[in-house]
Structure formats: C-alpha cells, structure tokens
T-cell receptor, first 114, second 114 residues
C-alpha cells in the first residue's frame, strides 16, 4: 500500500497566484480530510468528504479556498488568490470513516506565499 | 467547537527519564486518539481509546482515557532518543453518524537528549 500521496511536496508562489494541492487517498477509504498545520494554530480541519461528498467545510478560511473530490481516488485543494498568511503545511488524510478508524496522513505540502 | 488543550507545549528531558503529557477538554469525546509526528512527515496513529477509564499500553508508552471521557494522558517510561517528536491528541465528538473530522490539540514537542 503506497499510503496517502500528496503533491507537490513544496510550493513557493507569489501573492495573488493560484495554488492547487493534490491528494490521492488510500484505496478503499471512504473519507478524505484536508488539514492545515501552523505553529500558531496547530492542525486545523479545513474540510472533509465522505464518499466523495463534502460533509463539513466550516473550517475553510474564506471563499479563496475551495476543495473538490471528483472521484474516490483524487482530491484537490485550491487557493485563489493566495496570500502570505496562507503559508503553512497542508495535509491530506483518509480513513474508513467509522468511530475508531485512524486517519492516514500524507507527508504534506509545504506552501510558502511571498 | 471542541477544544483540546495539551500540556506541556515543550518538554526536553534526558534519556532514561519518565514523563507524562496531558490532553484536556471541557467536551466529552466518543473516542480519543494519540498520534506522533516527525519532521517532514504526517502524524501517525499510536493508539485509540474509546471507553472511559481505559488504559492501553504500547511497549514503554501508557495511554489513559479519563473516566468522564474529557481528558487523556500519555506516560513514557525510560524515554529514549527515538521517542523524540510531536505528540498530538485528537478527539472525535458524537454525531448522528458518518465520518467526522478529528479535533486536534496543538501537541507536545518532546525532545529526548542522549
């Protein structure tokens, strides 16, 4: 099992540019989560999907952020336009979605917006 | 919003010492998980506790879930340099069903010095 795969590992962009982060969950998992991690705020849940349907996007900071899951094996998180305060490590995780199933995290995308 | 407070935020001790880190909340959780994160990687599950008062052991690590299901502790015996990392607790609340995103604490940064 290859685990959760995220790309790119690092992204450096200028303020105002569009950024797209990609995630391939573990095959067979029916839940997918996007988290953002900073030293100040720790790990914050942005949005999660169950069976490709967005369930809770209350953690998405503002309209500049959007996420899609067109099929069970792919999800994207898009920031448009990006701002310096969006700089963080963005993690994707997947799970079987029941009460005790663990989250399996990818290795994250480190985003730097200058 | 269910908040998890972890303490201490930073801890640096010598190899061979014992330590305890804490995870506290005013909310009740249906289950609680502990993760360990190393630099440049995503968090990896250590244990899940479900029942109030439950104690689980993983080699030199002992996890306890509070009777009221609002708090948890992680005790490490005879710490080793390989235990160095960021320890995160994460709680899952009660819902009507389906997947729920975990709420994470900000973590305890643990350094074990040889």
């Amino acid at each position: 099992d290859a685990g959760v795969i995220q790309s790119p590992r690092h992204e450096v962009t200028e303020m105002g540019q569009e950024v797209t982060l990609r995630c391939k969950p573990i095959s067979g998992h029916n839940s997918l989560f996007w988290y953002r991690q900073t030293m100040m705020r720790g790990l914050e849940l942005l949005i999660y999907f169950n069976n490709n349907v967005p369930i809770d996007d209350s953690g998405m900071p503002e309209d500049r952020f959007s996420a899609k899951m067109p099929n069970a094996s792919f999800s994207t998180l898009k920031i448009q336009p990006s701002e310096p305060r969006d700089s963080a490590v963005y993690f994707c995780a997947s799970s079987f979605g029941n009460l005790v199933s663990p989250l399996h995290f990818g290795n994250g995308t480190r985003l730097t917006v200058t | 919003t269910q908040l998890l407070e972890q303490s201490p935020q930073f801890l640096s001790i010598q190899e061979g010492e014992n330590l305890t880190v804490y995870c506290n909340s005013s909310s009740v959780f249906s289950s609680l998980q502990w993760y360990r994160q190393e630099p440049g990687e995503g968090p990896v599950l250590l244990v899940t506790v479900v029942t109030g008062g439950e104690v689980k052991k993983l080699k030199r690590l002992t996890f306890q879930f509070g009777d009221a299901r609002k708090d948890s502790s992680l005790h490490i015996t005879a710490a080793q340099p390989g235990d160095t990392g960021l320890y995160l607790c994460a709680g899952k609340g009660y819902s009507g069903g389906g997947a729920d995103g975990l709420t994470f604490g900000k973590g305890t940064h643990l350094i074990i010095q040889p």
